[in-house]
T-cell receptor, first 112, second 115 residues
Framework: GQNIDQPTEMTATEGAIVQINCTYQ??????LFWYQQHAGEAPTFLSY????GLEEKGRFSSFLSRSKGYSYLLLKELQMKDSASYLC?????????????FGTGTRLLVSP | ETGVTQSPTHLIKTRGQQVTLRCSSQ?????VSWYQQALGQGPQFIFQ???????GRGNFPPRFSGLQFPNYSSELNVNALELDDSALYLC??????????????FGQGTRLTVV
């Protein structure tokens, strides 16, 4: 089956660094995505990893280890606007089509 | 702005009724996927349409059906609505034929409430 685990909720302080972990067990792995979702809104793309290693994009970085089924999203210099849910999603490729399998999301609360 | 638009943005229906949700894909995209997101959960894959045909389906009953039109826009139809169908319905477009394609672009979603 497909299983993606991430913490339900995390808290951090403005200006700090936070790491959100994601572990997965899926078949047909074809890349891992991180999305940000504010309450009541659609997910917005943050990062994509298909090979092992670190991808850096401004204040956001994402890491992937395919052998360990593990990824993390690193957010630096936290701002109040970073309070949102962060979704880890694995793109799977099976029987000719690709789909995203999402975790339940990590709700991040940034306090002053 | 992703270029993917969904309508309506909010909808209230009564249990047992039928509903149609619409999605216009981003220009140049030929694949539309639909997801259901219940409150506090991650999105769940419903099905995908590619070149007007269902290309893959998740674990949803047959009362969830869809269409894709020649311009690649899509509809999601749900018959015999149940209370548990209350959720945010998300449409994502991508280009299945592009080897360089990575991310799927999501629309703003339709919030469906079944009472």
């Amino acid at each position: 089956g497909q299983n993606i685990d991430q913490p339900t909720e995390m808290t951090a302080t403005e200006g700090a660094i936070v790491q959100i972990n994601c572990t997965y067990q899926t078949s047909g792995f074809n890349g891992l995505f991180w999305y940000q979702q504010h309450a009541g809104e659609a997910p917005t793309f943050l990062s994509y990893n298909v090979l092992d290693g670190l991808e850096e994009k401004g204040r956001f970085s994402s890491f992937l280890s395919r052998s360990k089924g593990y990824s993390y999203l690193l957010l630096k210099e936290l701002q109040m606007k970073d309070s949102a849910s962060y979704l880890c999603a694995v793109r799977t490729m099976n029987t000719g089509f690709q789909k995203l399998v999402f975790g339940t999301g990590t709700r991040l609360l940034v306090s002053p | 702005e992703t270029g993917v638009t969904q309508s309506p943005t909010h909808l209230i229906k009564t249990r047992g009724q039928q509903v149609t949700l619409r999605c216009s894909s981003q220009s140049g995209h030929n694949t539309v996927s639909w997801y259901q997101q219940a409150l506090g959960q991650g999105p769940q894959f419903i099905f995908q349409y590619y070149r007007e045909e269902e290309n893959g389906r998740g674990n949803f009953p047959p009362r969830f059906s869809g269409l894709q039109f020649p311009n690649y826009s899509s509809e999601l139809n749900v018959n015999a609505l149940e209370l548990d169908d209350s959720a945010l319905y998300l449409c994502a477009s991508s280009n299945k034929d592009s080897s360089g394609s990575t991310e799927a672009f999501f629309g703003q979603g339709t919030r469906l409430t079944v009472v």
